[in-house]
């Protein structure tokens, strides 16, 4: 089975990286630590004990959560859209998170009032972005009507953002709210994956079993209702699910731009475009990907850089090569 | 033998919200049977065809499918009722040939499952029997336009429905793709599915040789064997230009008649 080896040797590669990054760091672990922690479950030195479990494995499962999650929901919405330019925030899940977060640390909410608010925030947008395609109506083309739905209410809630930037205390809330908006997995704890992974399992489960129906969809509305596909109803099955994950993981983790955009062409490339391997093989990038990320992040210089710049400056040349490949070939 | 079943149009007003493109249609197909439909350009062909395949509903009668109303039908019942072939097919994915046939059987699987060895199987038959599983393991986006063709069709018949709609198949094809896409939707009778093609090309009803209808209008204007319909007068009133429409030349066995748009010289 060519497919199922392509996915053994992902896992492979996966847990491989895992195993470097869980010994990347400013405290610094030898390979005999971390063996020893591996195979007992205990070390000698108490520090490290720590810094292991609560520190740097919540970081390493939320890093391969946040780039398993967004480039599959990429994926999904790049084949549902019928457009390999489509990232998961087309809806505005993201611009929604963000407004979210900025009102909650403008009100000084907790950690968990951010989380929570930057949830609302990014299901709100995308919610509001639905009704109003429904309300142009279906005489136009209706993924386009959604592109087009998703792109004002983004702009909107940037310009909401942008006011609540605008009113923030510049010495102690704005930074707060810019570090926030750059993304980061720095302050992923164990409680947090207690929230984000059943939220991700909930969203990943339904999106797998509709990946056949997915193919068919990218053939676009009326090839796909003949062929027997209810179109409307798997709108609503992948728009509810690839929001869910986005904004769950956007919630603890801020905005971590490119990874939904560029991951699944890598993962096309690869595998191919049938979704039922595409949307597995996503996550697996997405997740490695994530890693050797957050890996720069952390060790690259003294201080920890934010990781949405990382995947930014890492996307932009990914993105140009994808696309000068594809003057030549199709996607 | 299997049981003959047929899609009947019944004085059915065809068009959208409010403005009747085609009235009082009567229009009947049986398994088994192919039906040419002709007419000029923006006559209403369109409608028809997406009336038929449920995507817009008729202003009044009705369009019925071995007796039942389809609106009546979920639509997954009617996609194992009939199967559509469209003018151009596009996907922003290479899948390879193999599964474009695939997806034909969707609507025999469970809301959730992908196909299995039965379906790959009757896929693989469909790929022979139109003689494209050469193209099997190719990326459907690197196609000819005819070869796309081939590759819809086999996708319809792998659908196994009763009836197939195709909207000009022969449309953006060169000369030779043309005839043999007419060759093989002319075998493809023996699949004892009825089918209503859409085309532009008189000599394609001759070449198939079964039935004809003529839209004009706002209507059906003539229905027939293309012999009794396809005559230099009804082309001259549909098309309006003048045509010769005469036998082959015999050779043997096949006659047929065919037409030649008169030109000055």
């Keep these: 089975m060519k497919s199922l080896s392509l996915i053994l040797i992902c896992l492979l590669i996966l847990s491989l990286v895992s195993l470097f990054s869980i010994g990347i760091g400013r405290y610094p672990v030898s390979p005999g630590d971390l063996f020893s922690w591996l195979s007992t479950g205990h070390s000698s030195d108490d520090n490290l004990q720590v810094i292991l479990f609560n520190i740097r494995l919540p970081r390493l499962i939320g890093a391969i959560a946040a780039g398993g999650a967004l480039a599959m929901s990429g994926a999904a919405y790049q084949g549902m859209f019928r457009n390999p330019m489509v990232s998961p925030d087309i809806l505005g899940v993201s611009s929604g998170a963000g407004f979210g977060a900025a009102l909650a640390i403008l009100l000084s909410l907790p950690v968990a009032g951010i989380q929570l608010f930057s949830f609302a925030g990014g299901i709100t947008a995308v919610l509001i972005a639905v009704s109003v395609s429904k309300t142009i109506g279906r005489s136009h083309d209706s993924v386009l009507v959604l592109v087009l739905s998703g792109i004002i209410i983004s702009s909107l809630f940037g310009a909401l953002l942008s006011m609540l930037k605008y009113i923030a205390d510049p010495d102690d809330k704005l930074p707060a709210i810019t570090y926030w908006l750059m993304g980061s997995l720095a302050n992923i704890r164990m409680n947090d994956l207690w929230v984000i992974l059943p939220v991700l399992i909930a969203g990943s489960i339904p999106l797998m079993l509709v990946s056949w129906r997915l193919n068919v969809l990218s053939f676009g509305e009326d090839e796909a209702r003949s062929l027997g596909v209810h179109t409307g109803w798997m709108r609503v099955i992948i728009i509810l699910s690839a929001t869910l994950v986005t904004a769950c993981i956007i919630s603890v983790s801020g905005i971590i731009g490119w990874v939904g955009l560029i991951v699944p062409h890598l993962a096309r490339f690869i595998a191919g475009p049938n979704h039922r391997l595409l949307l597995p093989t996503s996550f697996l990038f997405g997740g490695i990907f994530m890693l050797v990320v957050d890996d720069i992040a952390r060790s690259l210089v003294s201080v920890e850089i934010p990781i949405g710049i990382i995947t930014a400056i890492l996307g932009a040349p990914f993105f140009i090569y994808f696309l000068k490949r594809s003057a030549k070939k199709s996607w | ?265």
Excluded: W
Excluded at chain 2, 13 to 23: Q, S
Excluded at chain 2, 38 to 46: A, F, Q, R, S, W
Excluded at chain 2, 125 to 146: K, N, P, V, Y
Excluded at chain 2, 172 to 199: C, F, P, W
């Design chain 2, 1 to 265: 033998m299997e049981r003959k079943i047929s899609l009947d149009l019944r004085r059915a007003d065809l068009g959208y919200e409010g403005r009747v493109v085609l009235h009082d249609i009567n229009l009947s197909i049986q398994s088994g049977e192919i039906v040419c439909l002709l007419g000029p350009n923006g006559v209403g062909k369109t409608t028809l065809f997406k009336t038929i395949l449920g995507f817009i509903k008729p202003i009044a009668g009705s369009i019925v499918i071995d007796g039942r109303n389809i609106a009546q039908f979920a639509l997954k019942d009617f996609a194992r009722l009939v199967a559509y072939v469209p003018q151009v097919h596009n996907s922003p994915f290479p899948y390879k040939v193999r599964d474009v046939v695939l997806f034909g059987r969707t609507v025999h699987l469970g809301l959730f499952a992908s196909p299995g060895q039965k379906d790959r199987e009757i896929a693989n038959s469909f790929l022979d029997l139109l003689e494209i599983q050469h193209l099997a393991d190719r990326s459907f986006t690197e196609l000819s336009g005819g070869e796309r063709q081939m590759v819809i069709i086999a996708r319809a018949l792998t659908q196994e429905a009763k009836f197939i709609i195709l909207d000009e198949p022969t449309s953006n094809l060169d000369y030779g793709n043309q005839v043999r896409v007419i060759r093989k939707i002319k075998e493809m009778r023996k699949q004892s599915v009825g089918i209503l093609m859409a085309t532009h090309s008189p000599d394609h009803a001759f070449m198939i040789g079964s039935k004809v209808v003529v839209m004009d209008n706002g209507s059906l204007y003539r229905y027939g064997t293309p012999e009794a319909t396809l005559t230099e007068e009804t082309l001259k009133k549909i098309y309006g230009v003048d045509v010769d429409v005469f036998d082959t030349p015999s050779n043997g066995t096949c006659r047929r008649k065919i037409c030649a748009p008169v030109m000055d010289l």
